[in-house]
């Protein structure tokens, strides 16, 4: 082979490199795209499907099975249903602010610890999820129930000659929510406040800030952003809540999930129910899309 051939070979090869470089990721990726094909199926059958079907429910007539509205406007035009929605929005709206005035100072208290003290207080958080919400729930009627402990706590001191109706109405169903919430806005907000850069706190003092100054004009707008996702991802968890107002609530305080359940399985209105859960789920779509835009500027 003469120079000028194997010079004429290399030339070649240089040529073709580029192109064997852009062909490498095709294959690479139609490789990944195999192995993952069935997640994808599973995943657009076992949870994209029914969503789907819904939807279609949603839009059908129960008696006759032809294309109608119907559905969505007796959910519009119906009072009882509105009832319904306005107490779960008055519900979630109260879940979500006591959650944050409780969470928001237990987490800037948690971020002052010792690295012991911080871990001691995550593990006892955290420890809250390994009990079921249908325990927790009922260890409320134990706590708060007519000969519960509250009632013969305050009878005892002389502050009521009789019980107070704490369950079967808002307010049990309210601090049985709270209870079971309340880790989801103070785990964020804890995770959120440490990301906070420490050297602020003493070069704001050495500026002649005060504790209370720093908390206000520095701290507390860093951490809004987080705060404010939380109490949009703490709303749309109570839009769904379903156990907690079913027992503290006694069925007198249904919410839409409720309201679900009684459509479906006592009354046989399959496609209103269905209609509910579309209205349901895009008002949550809708929310999470706030949160997610609020959870980037934090």
Not at 74 to 98: E, M, N, P
Not at 223 to 230: D, E, F, K, R, S
Request: net charge positive; charged share 10%.
């Amino acid at each position: 082979m003469t120079l000028d051939a194997e010079a004429a070979r290399l030339t070649a090869d240089k040529r073709a490199l580029p192109s064997a470089t852009i062909r490498r990721p095709h294959r690479v990726v139609a490789s990944g795209l195999v192995w993952v094909l069935p997640l994808l199926v599973f995943i657009g059958v076992g949870f994209n499907l029914p969503l789907l079907m819904t939807a279609a429910w949603s839009l059908v007539d129960q008696v006759s099975g032809g294309f109608t509205l119907a559905n969505y406007v007796d959910f519009a035009t119906s009072k009882i249903y509105l009832t319904v929605v306005l107490r779960t929005g008055r519900v979630a709206l109260t879940v979500s602010l006591i959650c944050a005035l409780v969470g928001y100072p237990l987490a800037y208290w948690m971020t002052g610890l010792s690295r012991r003290g911080q871990m001691f207080a995550l593990g006892i958080i955290v420890t809250s999820f390994w009990v079921s919400i249908l325990v927790r729930t009922y260890a409320w009627i134990v706590v708060l129930g007519n000969a519960g402990i509250v009632n013969r706590t305050l009878q005892a001191v002389g502050l009521t000659d009789k019980p107070i109706p704490f369950l079967y109405n808002e307010v049990g169903v309210t601090i049985g929510m709270v209870n079971v919430l309340l880790p989801f806005m103070l785990l964020p907000l804890y995770a959120a406040m440490l990301q906070i850069d420490p050297r602020l706190r003493p070069m704001a003092y050495t500026l002649g800030a005060s504790s209370g100054q720093f908390f206000r004009r520095i701290f507390f707008p860093l951490t809004l952003p987080a705060l404010a996702a939380t109490f949009v991802l703490v709303f749309i968890l109570s839009l769904g809540f379903y156990i907690t107002p079913a027992i503290l609530g006694g069925g007198k305080v249904p919410l839409i999930a409720n309201m679900l359940d009684i459509l479906i399985n006592q009354f046989p209105r399959w496609n209103l129910a269905a209609a509910i859960s579309i209205v349901l789920l895009v008002l949550t779509l809708a929310l999470y899309a706030v949160y997610q835009l609020l959870r980037r500027k934090t």
